[in-house]
């Protein structure tokens, strides 16, 4: 793992090395969306970790789809993250807000204003949502109109905008995992017949517009957009020209000079090949499920300038120092994955030091 050790940059940022902590949803955040009094320990805790991406953050009620889940809307969120970004800062770290517009992935019951979920067409993801009732149908969404996409993209500008005064050090716009921007790509979740639906050209519309403005409001060095490929994540399928779209995405983002394009990585290895020719700026890829000892093998290759990890970094706060010492790792705790009580599965992992002060107690 020699080279994951070696520093490298993104956009402005000089990092200590190639790891950084995948965006994780932990649904701790209070009522209103402002992260809640231990959301800053959290991030805090996983400084060494280099780049941080926060967990999805919703640029808007609109954008909400679960429960606790963060916003970057309002002043009390831009206050609430400022004491996040002013912790992980201290302690030597970086941070990216992650802005998470979930689109038809949301119930009434989950939302500020209790509406109903906005989407490129209305077509429902056939899955269930958790809410306080507990599991329910996810109802039909609300298909868009060109103009409340042109209001949905002024509130991801807004949004960036409001990140960057709570001194985050950039956003990462999330294109993935069957959300918003991913249901405009998507073929079964866009049947739209307008300029945002259709054509390749037409289904990754919305996701460079999006970029496009949050570029002009705060600089594209602070700018990092998340993709899935072939996700099959809350009922999207992207279809037979899916792939197509996200190469075509992919060259049309590169114009942009963004810090970094991040890649959920599911194994068409044709593809990530593909999009690492295609690509200049540093490349993040996050595989989920790969073995300990292959976290650096994308570096290692020239495939990935980078490697997110997330439940691993979730459950290790100090997972740098861990790694270097081939310290044991804690076992995450499925059960406060998205929620729990206080500290429970969120700021009481052990760290190294701690657990080596208890044996030598013993």
């Known amino acids: 793992m020699e080279k994951l050790w070696s520093k490298t940059k993104i956009g402005n940022l000089e990092l200590p090395h190639r790891l950084a902590m995948a965006p994780m949803t932990r649904s701790r955040a209070?009522?209103?969306?402002?992260?809640?009094?231990?959301?800053?320990?959290?991030?805090?805790?996983?400084a060494s970790m280099g780049l941080?991406?926060?967990?999805?953050?919703?640029?808007?009620?609109?954008?909400?789809?679960?429960?606790?889940?963060?916003?970057?809307?309002?002043?009390?969120?831009?206050?609430?993250?400022?004491?996040?970004?002013?912790?992980?800062?201290?302690?030597?770290?970086?941070?990216?807000i992650q802005l998470m517009h979930v689109g038809r992935v949301?119930?009434?019951?989950?939302?500020?204003?209790?509406?109903?979920?906005?989407?490129?067409?209305?077509?429902?993801?056939?899955?269930?949502?958790f809410t306080a009732k507990g599991m329910q149908e996810i109802p039909v969404p609300r298909e868009l109109s060109e103009e409340n996409i042109q209001t949905t993209i002024a509130d991801f500008r807004k949004a960036a905008a409001a990140a960057i005064k709570a001194g985050a050090d950039g956003v990462e716009i999330h294109g993935a995992n069957g959300y918003l921007i991913n249901q405009f790509i998507g073929e079964n979740s866009n049947i739209r017949s307008d300029k945002y639906g259709g054509s390749i050209e037409n289904r990754a519309r919305f996701a460079i517009e999006v970029t496009k403005a949050i570029v002009e409001e705060i600089g594209a060095e602070r700018t990092g957009f998340r993709i899935s490929p072939g996700t099959p994540l809350n009922g999207i399928d992207e279809g037979e020209h899916g792939?197509?779209?996200?190469?075509?995405?992919?060259?049309?983002?590169?114009?942009?000079?963004?810090?970094?394009?991040?890649?959920?990585?599911?194994?068409?290895?044709?593809?990530?090949?593909?999009?690492?020719?295609?690509?200049?700026?540093?490349?993040?890829?996050?595989?989920?499920?790969?073995?300990?000892?292959?976290?650096?093998?994308?570096?290692?290759?020239?495939?990935?300038?980078?490697?997110?990890?997330?439940?691993?970094?979730?459950?290790?706060?100090?997972?740098?120092?861990?790694?270097?010492?081939?310290?044991?790792?804690?076992?995450?705790?499925?059960?406060?994955?998205?929620?729990?009580?206080?500290?429970?599965?969120?700021?009481?992992?052990?760290?190294?030091?701690?657990?080596?002060?208890?044996?030598?107690?013993?």
């Open 30 to 46: 209070q009522e209103d969306g402002t992260p809640g009094e231990l959301t800053s320990h959290y991030y805090a805790q996983r």
């Open 52 to 96: 941080i991406i926060t967990e999805g953050t919703q640029p808007s009620d609109d954008g909400q789809g679960y429960l606790r889940s963060p916003g970057i809307y309002t002043e009390k969120h831009i206050e609430g993250w400022k004491k996040v970004t002013d912790a992980v800062h201290e302690e030597g770290g970086f941070i990216f």
């Open 106 to 129: 949301s119930h009434p019951d989950n939302t500020p204003h209790h509406r109903q979920p906005v989407a490129p067409s209305a077509i429902a993801p056939g899955v269930e949502m």
């Open 243 to 362: 792939l197509e779209v996200y190469l075509h995405l992919v060259k049309e983002l590169a114009q942009y000079n963004l810090a970094y394009l991040h890649v959920m990585h599911l194994g068409n290895e044709t593809l990530l090949r593909e999009i690492r020719n295609i690509w200049p700026n540093p490349l993040l890829v996050n595989r989920a499920g790969r073995a300990l000892e292959d976290l650096s093998v994308d570096i290692d290759n020239g495939l990935a300038d980078m490697a997110p990890v997330g439940v691993w970094s979730l459950a290790n706060p100090d997972l740098v120092e861990r790694l270097k010492e081939g310290f044991p790792l804690n076992e995450a705790d499925r059960k406060t994955l998205y929620s729990g009580n206080g500290s429970e599965g969120y700021t009481d992992y052990p760290t190294m030091k701690e657990l080596q002060l208890n044996i030598s107690k013993e």
